[in-house]
């Protein structure tokens, strides 16, 4: 009996123990006797979670599977699930989802009109963590988010990921600063600005005011951090960024939706090299895939819409989006710009993108691990593997299915969300 | 005179230029067989590998391929790969009009008839997504609305689309734009109150004009002629005038005669409430009125509080289209989530469920998200067959695949409830009204396919005809 014994609530986790239990069937939870006292430090479990279908978006699916917490990380992941342990079970367990375009800021309030280029600015400063749309975010099981600014500069600072829950506080909730540089082309990059005319001391009196000046701009910033590179008297405030981008120390987060707009991005990417490009709103990006394919850009796609045009610059996006740019292997995560409505949640949007034709696993990478790994988080989030942090998703039943929904969250470790009804 | 109608097909068939008619013409008339691999009747157990057979558009046999005998002229829809399902019945819509509300209050003169735009978009989708049967009514920006009408998603004229015309009146209990909820309420009051006083008067002008005449037959001594009532009695379960037989009903304002039919139950009625607190003003307004036997209640999701009052008023309910109705804690400011069909379930309330937009929250949808509450799929689909065409009064004609029923049926991709499914071929009584390999938008939203004319023709690439083709 011992042999098949593992771990129960409570006890220390013993991975040799453990390796034994990969073919077996059944799982029985006990205290394990041994020999030596148990080390202080040994991981203590103190959640068992199992479900039918266990979704690791790591390459596994395990028919019946457990996982064990313990203190705020996955411990253990094992094939077997028995119904007999004081742990939940469930249909199916995906990790915790990760929206890269959630658009929680305050309108805008949080544009910076001093200028049209911030790269200097971190949106972590600028964070309201009592907003109620974190909460309906981690309900509807979007665990981690990157946090971005309104899109009314050209190129508008850098972006933090974020725990969706815990203590409101940046502390407690920062996955990781200043992950990637934010930036926008299309028309609201230039919204509401006119240029020097009738009332000179309005703010509003900037560049650019089309989208040709809005090209101009980047394209001006990052000559002149190149340029700055190679020659310390023409260093500007925040050059540095813009270098690490130029570098691919960071990705260069950038709106761009209808197709004319992700043309330009990609001439940008091509011309000046940037090595990490991630188009966001990404909705004509079905129209010239080749040129994602082309220069290795990754896409985030809007919200689906049911008629197809997405509120961004009124962007056309297909609903097999999704399918076409994943089979030509264009990284590409799905977002859901902050709503967690039954039909605009994340969930919903890796059901319509299913709807398209992605296939299930696709879907889920979609919202899990892509996003997790263009926004370079995936050591810590975006997968359920030993060590990573226990952010898991409860569902009735299969992940996305329109007659299934999330029954349970949990938040490093913690269950922080059930539903009953 | 009855013309033979293969006379009238010869003669159209004669006509090239009349040839698609012809095509309609026969689609109505003739039969069709369905098959699929499985078959949801919502009347009973769901079939495998059935058949449907289908003629003068209703369903004259329906069961297993082994116990069906297939008319051997009759076309063949679907296979094996296919799932049936009743086209879905929406109990409840203001969608498809130029306008769904009148700046008006009291309006019941007036007509959805013309208001419905037969190609609006709303109507094109509710194709698309398997509505079969809408019940159209004006919007809840109301006191007492124009008449409503029950149609079908498919025709070129109003006439075309109409299953049922003249059907079910809209009376909001929640204010409408610019009211109070007592404005509101003293409207609505007053909306009858004019009634009664009115028909007391004509029924007293009436009662007076007897007596005179009775009183100058004596004078004259003969007998007075007793013809025959010019109106007849009021009747209904609410207030009566007394004497209404002695009015000619074409005496009566035709603005206000529609309340009079109501009142004396004649009109399925859809009293619309905004808020628990409008739930028992509305039963009691039903009952004061004799409305109740015909009276469905339309509902904001926050309703769901009044159920108890509902339950016990023996009243049917139409859902609002978000299912989920978010409370917060006005110190706290906690969410606290209820999943309203399920309260109403609970209590055994008959409720429809409706669709919040034509397509991604369409009523699949909404079934969807019942089943994913725990609801069993076959209630989850009543709510959105079986019990909307109990509420508008269809019960008998279309919900579900039976003998005798209109052959109202879905031939889907994969199970309803189903995101990845598609409605592959939608008929309408006997009638092929959709197929997706001719859907156009469709394509465009899910292929990326452009319609053609909505994408720029490269011209360098583009082949222009010569001039010896045109010739």
Partial sequence: MSDRTLFQLGAPLLFGALSLTANAGEITWEVVETAEPVEASAPVVKLLLSADKIYTAAGDVIDGGTIAIAGSKIAAVVPGASGDHEGLHVGAITPGMVDLSPRIHLADLSVEESSETIPYLSTTDGIDLFDKRWERLLRTGVTSVMYTPADEACIGGMMAVLKTGGEPSIEDRLVEADVALRGAFGSHASRGNHPVYGRPTDHFSRRPTTRMGTEWVHRKSFYDALAAMKNEERQFEGWEILASVLEGERPYFVQASATQDIRTAIYLKEEVGLPLLVVDAAAEAWKEPGLLVRSGTAAVLPPHAPQGRTAIDNGFLAWNTAKTLVDLGVPVALSSHGQSSVTGQLGAQAGYAMRGGLTRDEAIAAVTITPARLAGVDDRVGSIEVGKDADLILWSGEPFAATSRVVGVVLNGEVVFTSSN | ?471
């Fill in chain 2, 1 to 471: 005179m009855t013309i033979p109608r293969t006379l009238v097909q010869g003669a159209l068939c004669a006509s090239l230029l009349l040839g698609s008619l012809q095509v309609a013409d026969a689609a109505a008339g003739d039969k069709l067989v369905i098959e699929a691999g499985r078959i949801i009747t919502q009347a009973g157990d769901d079939i495998v590998d059935g058949v449907i057979v289908i003629e003068n558009g209703r369903i004259t046999a329906i069961g297993a391929a082994a116990d069906v005998e297939k008319p051997w002229d009759a076309p063949v829809l679907g296979g094996p790969d296919f799932v049936a399902s009743p086209g879905f019945v929406e109990a409840h819509s203001d969608s498809g009009m130029d306008r769904s509300n009148e700046n008006l209050d009291v309006t019941p003169f007036l007509n959805v008839r013309d208001s419905i735009d037969p190609v609006s978009f709303y109507f094109e989708d509710c194709k698309r997504w398997g509505i079969t049967t809408i019940n159209v009514q004006q919007g809840n920006n109301t006191v007492v609305a124009g008449n409503g009408r029950i149609v079908k998603p498919t025709g070129m004229t109003v006439e075309e689309m109409t299953m049922r015309p003249n059907y079910g009146f809209k009376i909001s209990i929640a204010p409408k734009g610019g009211k109070s909820r007592a404005t509101q309420r003293q409207a609505l009051e007053r909306a009858f109150g004019d009634l009664r006083s009115e028909l007391e008067e004509l029924a007293t002008d009436a009662q007076e004009t007897k007596d005179y005449e009775r009183r100058e037959a004596l004078a004259q001594g003969r007998d007075l002629e007793e013809g025959k009532a010019p109106g007849r009695a009021m009747t209904g379960t609410g207030w009566k005038v007394e004497g209404l037989e002695n009015v000619d009903r074409a005496e009566i304002d035709e603005k206000i005669l529609p309340l009079l039919e109501m009142v004396e139950g004649r009109h399925d009625v859809f009293l619309y409430c905004g808020a628990p607190m409008d739930v028992q003003p509305a039963i009691d307004f039903a009952a004061k009125n004799g409305l109740t036997a015909r009276t469905t209640l339309v509902l904001d999701n926050s309703c769901w509080k009044a159920a108890d009052a509902i339950a016990a008023s023996g009243l049917s309910v139409v859902l609002d289209s978000n299912l989920v109705h978010v409370e917060t804690d006005v110190v706290t400011e906690e969410e606290t989530e209820t999943f309203v069909p399920g309260v109403f379930a609970e209590k055994g309330i008959p409720f429809a469920l409706s669709s919040a937009n034509s397509s991604t929250n369409s009523l699949w949808f909404q079934a969807a998200v019942c089943v994913g509450h725990g609801m069993s799929p076959k209630d989850a689909m009543a709510a959105v067959t079986t019990t909307a065409a109990e509420i508008i009064g269809l019960g008998d004609q279309v919900g579900s695949l039976e003998v005798g029923k209109l052959a109202n049926v879905l031939l889907l991709t994969g199970d309803p409830l189903d995101m990845t499914s598609f409605v592959e071929q939608a008929v309408v009584e006997g009638s092929v009204i959709y197929d997706r390999t001719k859907d156009v938008r469709n394509k465009h939203l899910y292929e990326g396919v452009e319609p053609r004319g909505a994408a720029a023709v490269e011209t360098e690439e583009a082949e222009l005809p010569s001039k010896d083709d045109a010739k």
